[in-house]
């Protein structure tokens, strides 16, 4: 069955870093791939997504290109902030799943100042 | 303002006593779900429902309850809560497309039950 892989944290960064969390997949046919963030106390809230191959999500700094050939959706930001500290989702999204998502397990990403 | 609410946010009881926790939209959404998130497992679904009075089992449907009675609420009931139920509940919505579009989830806050 379809399946998610995220890199595992937690992630501790320095303000202005550079972050890379890796995402493969698993899937038949062609998925959409989505990053959800989940803030301290709250809910998740979409970050970003992809529908097709080689589409380049963005939102808030943080970027990530549907791969097919490497079955990947890396999340990328050129300089992070301390706001930027939460947990990561990465998700799959297939056709006549009836809307159920594919969740990745998570990635922690702290930012200290 | 868009937004799903849950009640309660926080909520400790004890092994049998029957719960509900309750989930409302206000975007007039069709689809809506029921999420835990437990350390090391991520997020698993629950039930899900895609329209009034149809609801279904998703991963991990044992130990709970739903129902649909009307398009913006959708309850999950705790019949005779156990430990292995502790856990962080969210609740989701989302609009419905065209087949295999998919419209993205809207979350509540979630809500941390401990069953002692």
């Known amino acids: 069955g379809d399946s998610v892989t995220q890199m595992e944290g937690p992630v501790t960064l320095s303000e202005e870093a550079f972050l890379t969390i890796n995402c493969t997949y698993t899937?038949?046919?062609?998925?959409?791939l989505f990053w959800y963030v989940q803030y301290p106390g709250e809910g998740l809230q979409l970050l970003l997504k992809?529908?097709?191959a080689d589409d380049k999500g963005s939102n808030k700094g943080f970027e990530a290109t549907y791969r097919k050939e490497t079955t990947s959706f890396h999340l990328e930001k050129g300089s992070v902030q301390v706001s930027d500290s939460a947990v990561y989702f990465c998700?799959?999204?297939?056709?006549?799943?009836?809307?159920?998502?594919?969740w990745g397990l998570g990635t922690s990403l702290a930012v200290n100042p | 303002e868009a937004q799903v609410t849950q009640n309660p946010r926080y909520l400790i009881t004890v092994t049998g006593k029957k719960l509900t926790v309750t989930c409302s939209q206000n975007?007039?959404?069709?689809?809506m779900s029921w999420y835990r998130q437990d350390p090391g497992l991520g997020l698993r679904q629950i039930y899900y429902?895609?329209?009034?009075?149809?609801?279904d089992k998703g991963d991990v449907p044992e130990g709970y309850k739903v129902s649909r009675k009307e398009k913006r609420n959708f309850p999950l009931i705790l019949e005779s809560p156990s430990p292995n139920q502790t856990s962080l509940y969210f609740c989701?919505?989302?609009?419905?497309?065209?087949?295999?579009?998919?419209?993205?989830?809207?979350f509540g806050p979630g809500t941390r039950l401990t069953v002692l």
């Open positions: 989701a919505s989302s609009g419905l497309a065209g087949r295999g579009v998919y419209n993205e989830q809207f």
């Open positions: 899937a038949t046919g062609y998925p959409s």
């Open positions: 975007m007039n959404h069709e689809y």
């Open positions: 998700a799959l999204h297939n056709a006549g799943n009836n809307r159920k998502l594919i």
């Open positions: 992809a529908t097709k």
């Open positions: 429902s895609m329209n009034v009075e149809v609801t």
